[in-house]
């Protein structure tokens, strides 16, 4: 068995391998295990994350049905919460978007106020999040999906992204989203991976040594 870790380093389980008699483990063995515990961990992590955003977008979905009459509440409320958030018109320009986007683009919190995603992001992922808002629009319920976005170093960060539509006081449509980044989470399984096409390769690898003279090869 090969211990299982939390973020913080706590450790609150085992991964275990069992069978009725003893068997030797090798190296590779060990290793392939450690790699399966290390995915159990980000599976686990991620899973309590989401948990922690669906109650934030139960939240928010009460808040924002009262947007009008407590808008500097729901304000405060988005602008210290840990994901970004945003709010656009049924023609998909930006009404809201709080303090945590606009530190990640470096923005102020009124730069992109009434602009579109065309007018915001490469036409090639404004296509992608206009379809998206759209169906959310059409539909009545919240929709989960994972999104990307360019980062402001250039690279890509990806997110966990949940979109619902609500209609205000005075009959408008929107559609409010929030978003988490998963971009660790994504490169680490990317990385596990890897490493498990490594590990396979070098199995096979061995298999051949194995049963090869290395004189006459």
């Known amino acids: 068995g090969v211990p299982l870790r939390d973020?913080?380093?706590?450790?609150?389980?085992?991964?275990?391998?069992?069978?009725?008699v003893p068997r030797p483990f090798s190296a590779e063995q060990i290793e392939t295990l450690r790699m399966l515990a290390k995915q159990v961990e980000a599976q686990i992590a991620l899973r309590?994350?989401?948990?922690?955003?669906?109650?934030?977008?139960?939240?928010?979905?009460?808040?924002?049905?009262?947007?009008?009459?407590?808008?500097?509440?729901?304000?405060?409320?988005?602008?210290?919460?840990?994901?970004?958030?945003?709010?656009?018109?049924?023609?998909?320009?930006?009404?809201?978007?709080?303090?945590?986007?606009?530190?990640?683009?470096?923005?102020?919190?009124k730069e992109w106020l009434n602009k579109t995603d065309h007018e915001i992001w490469p036409a090639h992922l404004a296509d992608e999040?206009?379809?998206?808002?759209?169906?959310?629009?059409?539909?009545?319920?919240?929709v989960e999906?994972?999104?990307?976005?360019?980062?402001?170093?250039?690279?890509?960060?990806?997110?966990?992204s949940y979109k619902f539509p609500f209609t205000d006081a005075r009959g408008e449509r929107f559609l409010a989203g929030i978003a988490i980044d998963v971009t660790r989470e994504r490169l680490y399984e990317e990385e596990l991976e890897r490493k498990k096409e490594e590990l396979t390769a070098a199995t096979i690898e061995l298999g051949k040594l194995s049963i090869t003279d290395t004189l006459t090869g």
């Open 129 to 142: 999040y206009r379809a998206t808002d759209l169906a959310v629009l059409n539909s009545n319920h919240a």
């Open 145 to 160: 999906q994972e999104e990307r976005s360019p980062g402001p170093r250039g690279e890509y960060i990806y997110w966990k």
């Open 48 to 109: 309590q994350r989401m948990q922690q955003v669906q109650q934030l977008v139960e939240n928010t979905e009460a808040l924002t049905k009262d947007l009008l009459s407590s808008n500097e509440r729901f304000c405060a409320f988005m602008d210290h919460s840990p994901i970004v958030a945003f709010i656009k018109d049924a023609d998909g320009r930006m009404r809201f978007y709080n303090r945590r986007l606009a530190a990640l683009y470096g923005v102020t919190n």
């Open 7 to 20: 973020l913080n380093g706590f450790c609150f389980g085992a991964l275990c391998a069992v069978d009725l």
